[in-house]
């Protein structure tokens, strides 16, 4: 059974940054992309960056475009994301997921499109 950890969050002033990691283990049945996710309180889950399974290929929420990047490392099995310029409203438990959708398609950062899930790591952006 494919299992995804996160790491790396924590309590953050707002200009401030984050890397996120995910380190994916065990057995898969394939896909095609792995995602990053992030859930507020109150709030439904939305996609904010995914990558294809070879690393080049990549999409971003426009909430996040410039300030986040994505990125994977083959040999680790795992998927980073790096946040700059991080803002209040980026505050969430952030998720890493795999899925079979297309990372570039118009589903890509539609969280139901994923079925494979970490835990989560809390983001806290506040002064």
């Known amino acids: 059974q494919l299992q995804l950890v996160e790491t790396g969050g924590g309590w953050v002033q707002p200009g401030g940054s984050l890397r996120l990691t995910c380190v994916a283990s065990?057995?898969?049945?394939?896909?095609?992309?792995i995602g990053w996710f992030r859930q507020a309180p109150g709030k439904e889950r939305e996609g904010i960056s995914c990558v294809e399974d070879g690393g080049v290929y990549t999409n971003y929420a426009g909430s996040v475009k410039d300030r986040f990047t994505i990125a994977r490392d083959k040999a680790k099995n795992a998927v980073y994301l790096q946040m700059n310029g991080l803002k209040p409203e980026d505050t969430g438990i952030y998720y890493c997921a795999v899925g079979n959708t297309a990372c570039t398609g118009v589903l890509g950062l539609e969280f139901k499109e994923y079925d494979s899930w970490g835990q989560g790591t809390q983001v806290t952006v506040s002064t």
């Open positions: 065990g057995f898969s049945l394939g896909y095609s992309s």
